[in-house]
């Protein structure tokens, strides 16, 4: 499909902005907003926007991130950056009423009203300790480690929606997603390892291959699902022994700690680092106030697990709604992730009504409990 030219505006004389639709990048929808100075034959300043649906806890809204925001050099510090993102914010707030960037410059976004809503975060395990559980392993009938094919990708799609299926940041994976990365030159790809058991795919594991002539500084796995503990298990046995191949003595792996195999990681002997950005990073800003909470209504609702609390929700919903409860939309966003409790927002100088503690206690009890799992964005999603 050609793109086609959606939107164009003359902001100043010599000034123009549009907005092209039509591309599709990674099976995620795309929106090429540019400003165009008269007399430059190539935009002078552009960013994309990619439409998704965004999780938050049980529920998936539509949603839009932006991206690959570049001005051209000879005309940087200009304040056209100033120019162009508000007004791609104005048309994407006609569109969805949340917004999101997946790597946001240092001290630059929140002048415009994003925050960050997302903690980075990985697991690094010590070889020696996983390398203890490889002989209880071996003897498991069942269980095989094999090298990837397409053919599998159908069923590795399957196996993570239903292991990340409730948890905020996620996106639901689509039946044509893949991002393994391809090799180039002087470019890794991805490698992937998959797990069967009794016959079925019960997890997998993608890294990057190893790059010939280049000696890498960490074993870094970006992805590791299993289906149950025992898959997970396997998983990092066979991570260990190829760390230990090459002379490694730890591994790193991006998987959130309340996820089955940071379940297995904390078991085996673990450091769960976790860095809270002041700036910069994941961010995201709330467009529409209303109607978020009116697509979330239902998600709040099914966190009201202490008993009475239901006949407390609807007037507590309708005082929330106007606005009367939480008021900035920035420690809302924080609280809807499950990037804060309730708490932490009242330590951060945010007021709630005494009568509506509890119910915002149940509401907000933040990621990493039964009810709302641990916010995370696995790093072949982003954007």
């Given at each position: 499909?050609?793109?086609?030219?959606?939107?164009e505006?003359?902001?100043?004389?010599?000034?123009?902005?549009?907005?092209?639709?039509?591309?599709?990048?990674?099976s995620?929808?795309?929106?090429?907003?540019?400003?165009?100075?008269?007399?430059?034959?190539?935009?002078?300043?552009?960013?994309?926007?990619?439409?998704?649906?965004?999780?938050?806890?049980?529920?998936?809204?539509?949603?839009?991130?932006?991206?690959?925001?570049?001005?051209?050099?000879?005309?940087?510090?200009?304040?056209?950056?100033?120019?162009?993102?508000?007004?791609?914010?104005?048309?994407?707030?006609?569109?969805?009423?949340v917004?999101?960037?997946?790597?946001?410059?240092?001290?630059?976004?929140?002048k415009?009203?994003?925050?960050?809503?997302?903690?980075?975060?990985?697991?690094?395990?010590?070889?020696?300790?996983?390398?203890?559980m490889?002989?209880?392993?071996q003897?498991?009938?069942?269980?095989?480690?094999?090298?990837?094919?397409?053919?599998?990708?159908?069923?590795?799609?399957?196996?993570?929606n239903q292991?990340?299926?409730?948890?905020?940041?996620?996106?639901?994976r689509?039946?044509?997603?893949?991002?393994?990365?391809?090799?180039?030159?002087?470019?890794?790809?991805?490698?992937?390892?998959?797990?069967?058991?009794?016959?079925?795919?019960?997890?997998?594991?993608?890294?990057?291959?190893?790059?010939?002539?280049?000696?890498?500084?960490?074993?870094?796995?970006?992805?590791?699902?299993?289906?149950?503990?025992?898959?997970?298990?396997?998983?990092?046995?066979e991570?260990a022994?190829?760390?230990?191949?090459?002379?490694?003595?730890?591994?790193?792996?991006?998987?959130?700690?309340?996820?089955?195999?940071?379940?297995?990681?904390?078991r085996l002997?673990?450091?769960?680092?976790?860095?809270?950005?002041?700036?910069?990073?994941?961010?995201?800003?709330?467009?529409?106030?209303?109607?978020?909470l009116?697509?979330?209504?239902?998600?709040?609702?099914?966190?009201?697990?202490?008993?009475g609390?239901?006949?407390?929700?609807?007037a507590?919903?309708?005082?929330?709604?106007?606005?009367?409860?939480?008021?900035?939309?920035?420690?809302?966003?924080?609280?809807?992730?499950?990037?804060?409790?309730?708490?932490?927002?009242?330590?951060?100088?945010s007021?709630?009504?005494?009568?509506?503690?509890?119910v915002?206690?149940?509401?907000?009890?933040?990621?990493?409990?039964?009810?709302?799992?641990?916010?995370?964005?696995?790093?072949?999603?982003?954007?």
């Amino acid at each position: 499909m050609a793109p086609v030219n959606e939107v164009e505006e003359i902001l100043a004389p010599d000034l123009k902005y549009t907005e092209e639709t039509g591309r599709v990048v990674r099976s995620l929808p795309m929106r090429d907003c540019f400003l165009w100075q008269a007399g430059v034959d190539e935009p002078i300043s552009g960013l994309n926007v990619m439409s998704f649906r965004q999780r938050f806890g049980t529920i998936a809204i539509p949603a839009e991130g932006i991206g690959g925001v570049e001005t051209l050099p000879a005309f940087r510090r200009q304040g056209y950056m100033r120019t162009l993102l508000p007004r791609a914010i104005a048309g994407i707030s006609k569109r969805v009423a949340v917004v999101f960037i997946s790597d946001a410059i240092e001290h630059t976004y929140e002048k415009f009203g994003f925050v960050n809503c997302l903690a980075e975060s990985y697991l690094s395990l010590r070889v020696r300790d996983v390398e203890i559980m490889a002989d209880l392993i071996q003897d498991r009938p069942g269980l095989c480690v094999r090298c990837f094919s397409q053919a599998d990708l159908p069923a590795m799609i399957c196996l993570y929606n239903q292991v990340h299926a409730h948890r905020s940041w996620t996106h639901e994976r689509g039946t044509g997603w893949n991002r393994l990365y391809v090799t180039q030159t002087w470019q890794p790809g991805s490698e992937v390892i998959v797990l069967e058991q009794d016959g079925s795919l019960a997890g997998y594991a993608i890294f990057q291959e190893s790059q010939f002539g280049h000696a890498a500084d960490s074993f870094v796995v970006d992805e590791l699902t299993a289906r149950n503990p025992a898959a997970a298990q396997a998983l990092l046995v066979e991570i260990a022994a190829r760390c230990w191949d090459i002379r490694f003595n730890e591994f790193w792996v991006r998987e959130p700690p309340d996820s089955v195999v940071g379940k297995v990681a904390q078991r085996l002997g673990c450091t769960n680092h976790q860095t809270y950005p002041p700036s910069g990073g994941m961010m995201g800003m709330i467009l529409d106030r209303q109607q978020l909470l009116a697509c979330l209504e239902p998600e709040l609702q099914r966190r009201l697990s202490t008993p009475g609390l239901q006949t407390s929700h609807p007037a507590a919903f309708a005082a929330f709604y106007r606005g009367e409860i939480v008021s900035d939309n920035r420690v809302l966003l924080r609280l809807l992730t499950g990037h804060w409790s309730t708490i932490d927002a009242l330590a951060f100088d945010s007021e709630v009504p005494t009568d509506y503690e509890r119910v915002l206690e149940d509401w907000f009890p933040g990621g990493g409990t039964s009810l709302l799992p641990q916010p995370y964005s696995h790093s072949l999603d982003r954007y």
